[in-house]
């Protein structure tokens, strides 16, 4: 027996067949035409069972780019399932009505909802729905499942999750309706109910599968817990073809994509309260990364389908991978959040911080697959992510690639920043690279720093410098670029790297004050060491939030934020600090007169770093040409400088 034939075993979803376990619940991407057809299709040459497009509107009143209320979506979801079906991954899609979760732009549609109650994510007291707005928005949804049926879909996935209309039906927290939709759980139910059997009517007869996706938690104060969840997903057993658990709402979004922060399967709790008994397969989703982890949940019994959205924006190939018995090949995803959901918050398209590739799939190739007419030899300065990523594409395509690094690990500041408490997960790309380069032959030195001659003399085809960067030690803060900051060099002031094994260890004692000029995750990774070590502490920052310049922090730092809050610790936005002192710390607004004065027995510096440009700019008078990537061009981001390594390593 094979390690994961209980996982490669097909599932029947009622009258769809899928040919293994691994699936990949719906999620938006910012994707449209040609890149989302190439983003699911490389999922489904990479082996996966089954894909769900994302929550796509079934009515006016419900914002999206492919409107299922109007025939006009046909031609490109006739496309897409005819591109997918040549794959063998069966395809879904998500029917869904935003209710009052929808953004407020200008010119949208109004709001509809069960009750005059507002989602976090639009702040618009939304209209509580007539009897003729429900019939009408049940008859859209039937009609939409007919579409996708005619277009040669396999089936729908109705979305009654993470606080959307169907969701704020069945919620008693948003729930206040007083007539047969609101109160008893059997009237909150009665919308979702004539949902499912409108379509289910509408495409009875064929080889049409209608699933449901319920909350298994929501996180909104008085709302649905799994109990309650376990009575509905029981009283819609015999009319779902599948059940799809997930958790959360914009009340709570983190715990919609739940980070790093979060253990792995953090959702399985939850769920063993609703699977048992339930005839109609189970899909699960929440930070399920590995085929052992999958393979345990369906060998238990506790869950039919797996999905594994993030692992498999990571690595589209995991599926075949693991059938070639080639688990070590698959690149890890690392759970920050800050290239997926992150960057489509943000930038409104999806990325991801490990896969260069991710949404990119109509341009590129997961790995290059052009080989090199003339391999040259390159040698690389550094061994931090851009390095090591820069180090494996051009190895991949025939270069003879020599990499140098000068501490006695690889990582660079990611393996700085795996070492803090709730961060292990970002080692696992560093360490999924290095075992890379050992498969392809590069050599690779440790303590190993380097100076122009050495280079000079290796006579490199190429030079790639990834040398990153280190802690200022000047006391500069942005907000007073001209000065440096009083008492910056007393001995209880330290910056962060001091704290993961690089600098003099810190005498902890408090209270302590983080000040964090950046607005990245160094100053959270510092106070959670201060907290664990039993010190009171207090972040200052210019920013007026924590983690303000991380890619979307509620999805980012919202499980960070709220383990910082329930410790002794306090949060002091849109200061700087004025001064140090040798038990104190003085802070203000500035362009104001405001100032205050804390207690601080330590002092930590969260600020900007020095690029490491010493040996660029020493090879530029020696007339030797390299090339930069990754933080030493100023950079402070894992996902700029896996990406640029990848991108300079497909070009050279």
């Given at each position: 027996?094979?390690l994961?034939?209980?996982?490669?075993?097909?599932?029947?979803?009622?009258?769809?067949?899928?040919?293994n376990?691994?699936v990949?619940?719906?999620h938006?991407?910012g994707?449209g035409?040609?890149?989302?057809i190439?983003?699911?299709?490389?999922?489904?040459r990479?082996?996966?069972?089954?894909?769900?497009?994302?929550a796509t509107?079934?009515?006016?009143?419900?914002?999206?780019?492919?409107p299922?209320?109007?025939?006009?979506?046909?031609?490109?979801?006739t496309e897409?399932?005819?591109?997918?079906?040549?794959?063998?991954?069966?395809?879904?899609?998500?029917?869904?009505?935003?209710?009052?979760?929808h953004?407020?732009?200008?010119?949208?549609?109004?709001h509809?909802?069960?009750?005059?109650?507002?989602?976090?994510m639009?702040g618009i007291?939304p209209?509580?729905?007539?009897?003729?707005?429900?019939d009408?928005?049940?008859?859209?949804?039937a009609?939409?499942?007919?579409?996708c049926?005619?277009?040669?879909?396999?089936?729908?996935?109705?979305?009654?999750?993470?606080?959307?209309l169907?969701?704020?039906?069945?919620?008693?927290?948003?729930?206040?309706?007083?007539d047969s939709?609101?109160?008893?759980l059997e009237?909150?139910?009665?919308?979702?109910?004539?949902?499912?059997a409108?379509?289910?009517?509408e495409?009875?007869g064929?080889?049409?599968a209608?699933?449901?996706?319920?909350?298994?938690?929501?996180?909104?104060?008085?709302?649905?817990?799994?109990?309650?969840?376990?009575?509905?997903?029981?009283?819609?057993d015999?009319?779902?073809?599948?059940?799809?658990?997930?958790?959360?709402a914009?009340w709570?979004?983190?715990?919609?994509?739940?980070?790093?922060?979060?253990?792995?399967?953090?959702e399985?709790a939850?769920?063993?309260?609703?699977?048992?008994?339930?005839?109609?397969?189970?899909?699960?989703?929440?930070?399920?990364?590995?085929?052992?982890?999958?393979?345990?949940i369906?060998?238990s019994?506790?869950?039919?389908?797996?999905?594994?959205?993030?692992?498999l924006i990571?690595?589209?190939n995991?599926v075949?991978?693991?059938?070639?018995?080639e688990?070590?090949?698959?690149?890890?995803?690392?759970?920050?959040?800050?290239?997926?959901v992150?960057?489509?918050m943000?930038h409104?398209?999806?990325?991801?911080?490990?896969?260069?590739?991710?949404?990119?799939?109509?341009?590129?190739s997961f790995?290059?697959?052009?080989?090199v007419?003339?391999p040259?030899?390159?040698?690389v300065?550094?061994?931090?992510?851009?390095?090591?990523?820069f180090?494996?594409t051009?190895?991949?395509?025939?270069?003879e690639?020599?990499?140098?690094?000068a501490?006695?690990?690889l990582?660079?500041?990611?393996?700085?920043?795996?070492?803090?408490?709730?961060?292990?997960?970002?080692?696992?790309?560093?360490?999924?690279?290095?075992?890379e380069?050992d498969?392809?032959?590069?050599r690779?030195?440790?303590n190993s720093p380097i100076?122009?001659a050495?280079?000079?003399?290796?006579?490199?085809d190429?030079?790639v410098?990834a040398?990153?960067?280190t802690?200022r030690?000047?006391?500069?803060?942005?907000?007073?670029?001209?000065v440096p900051?009083?008492?910056?060099?007393l001995p209880h002031v330290?910056?962060?790297?001091d704290?993961?094994?690089?600098?003099?260890?810190?005498?902890?004692v408090?209270?302590?004050?983080?000040?964090d000029?950046?607005?990245?995750?160094?100053?959270?990774?510092?106070?959670?060491?201060?907290?664990?070590?039993?010190l009171?502490?207090?972040?200052?920052?210019?920013?007026?939030?924590?983690?303000?310049?991380?890619?979307?922090p509620?999805v980012?730092?919202?499980?960070?934020?709220e383990?910082?809050?329930?410790g002794?610790?306090?949060?002091?936005?849109g200061h700087y600090l004025?001064?140090?002192?040798e038990?104190?710390?003085?802070?203000?607004v500035?362009?104001?007169?405001?100032?205050?004065?804390?207690?601080a027995?330590?002092?930590?510096?969260?600020?900007y770093?020095?690029?490491n440009?010493?040996?660029?700019?020493?090879?530029?008078?020696?007339?030797v040409?390299?090339?930069?990537?990754?933080d030493?061009?100023?950079?402070?981001?894992?996902l700029?400088?896996?990406?640029?390594g990848?991108?300079l390593?497909?070009?050279?």
């Amino acid at each position: 027996m094979g390690l994961y034939d209980q996982l490669f075993e097909p599932v029947q979803v009622g009258p769809v067949t899928i040919r293994n376990r691994i699936v990949r619940s719906p999620h938006s991407t910012g994707l449209g035409g040609e890149p989302l057809i190439a983003y699911h299709e490389a999922r489904g040459r990479g082996g996966v069972g089954m894909s769900t497009i994302e929550a796509t509107s079934v009515h006016p009143t419900a914002p999206g780019p492919l409107p299922l209320w109007d025939d006009s979506c046909l031609p490109f979801l006739t496309e897409l399932s005819s591109r997918i079906r040549a794959t063998g991954m069966k395809l879904f899609i998500q029917l869904y009505h935003p209710g009052a979760g929808h953004a407020a732009a200008a010119g949208s549609p109004e709001h509809w909802s069960a009750s005059a109650v507002p989602n976090p994510m639009a702040g618009i007291v939304p209209i509580a729905m007539t009897q003729a707005m429900i019939d009408d928005v049940v008859a859209h949804f039937a009609a939409a499942a007919r579409r996708c049926r005619d277009a040669g879909l396999d089936g729908v996935d109705i979305h009654a999750s993470s606080g959307y209309l169907i969701h704020e039906f069945l919620s008693p927290a948003l729930n206040k309706r007083q007539d047969s939709y609101g109160g008893t759980l059997e009237n909150r139910m009665r919308f979702l109910r004539a949902v499912l059997a409108a379509v289910r009517a509408e495409v009875a007869g064929g080889d049409f599968a209608v699933g449901v996706r319920l909350p298994n938690e929501d996180h909104v104060p008085g709302g649905i817990t799994a109990a309650e969840s376990a009575k509905i997903a029981a009283a819609i057993d015999d009319e779902a073809d599948y059940v799809s658990l997930h958790m959360g709402a914009y009340w709570r979004f983190h715990k919609l994509i739940a980070p790093a922060d979060d253990p792995l399967g953090v959702e399985m709790a939850a769920n063993q309260v609703i699977a048992p008994g339930l005839q109609s397969p189970v899909m699960v989703v929440g930070r399920i990364m590995t085929l052992d982890h999958a393979q345990h949940i369906v060998a238990s019994g506790a869950a039919q389908m797996v999905s594994m959205v993030r692992a498999l924006i990571a690595d589209p190939n995991l599926v075949n991978k693991a059938r070639r018995r080639e688990e070590a090949r698959i690149r890890p995803c690392i759970g920050s959040n800050m290239g997926c959901v992150g960057q489509l918050m943000t930038h409104g398209r999806m990325s991801c911080v490990v896969n260069h590739t991710a949404a990119k799939e109509d341009q590129l190739s997961f790995d290059p697959e052009d080989r090199v007419a003339q391999p040259k030899r390159i040698f690389v300065v550094g061994g931090g992510p851009a390095g090591l990523e820069f180090a494996r594409t051009a190895a991949l395509r025939g270069h003879e690639v020599e990499l140098h690094e000068a501490a006695q690990r690889l990582g660079g500041q990611v393996a700085i920043a795996a070492s803090a408490p709730h961060r292990a997960d970002l080692g696992a790309i560093v360490s999924w690279l290095a075992d890379e380069l050992d498969v392809l032959g590069v050599r690779v030195h440790l303590n190993s720093p380097i100076e122009v001659a050495q280079i000079r003399n290796r006579n490199a085809d190429e030079v790639v410098l990834a040398t990153g960067t280190t802690p200022r030690t000047d006391g500069f803060q942005l907000s007073t670029p001209a000065v440096p900051i009083a008492g910056f060099d007393l001995p209880h002031v330290h910056s962060s790297w001091d704290f993961f094994g690089l600098g003099a260890p810190p005498r902890l004692v408090g209270p302590a004050v983080v000040y964090d000029d950046t607005g990245s995750f160094e100053a959270i990774s510092v106070a959670d060491v201060l907290l664990q070590a039993g010190l009171s502490v207090t972040m200052v920052s210019r920013h007026d939030g924590i983690g303000a310049a991380l890619p979307y922090p509620p999805v980012t730092v919202g499980a960070a934020k709220e383990r910082l809050y329930s410790g002794d610790f306090d949060f002091i936005g849109g200061h700087y600090l004025r001064a140090i002192g040798e038990d104190s710390v003085e802070v203000g607004v500035l362009f104001t007169d405001r100032v205050r004065h804390l207690d601080a027995a330590l002092v930590v510096l969260v600020g900007y770093n020095e690029p490491n440009r010493e040996l660029a700019e020493g090879l530029a008078e020696a007339g030797v040409g390299c090339h930069l990537i990754g933080d030493v061009r100023g950079r402070n981001s894992i996902l700029s400088a896996i990406h640029a390594g990848a991108a300079l390593g497909r070009t050279i």
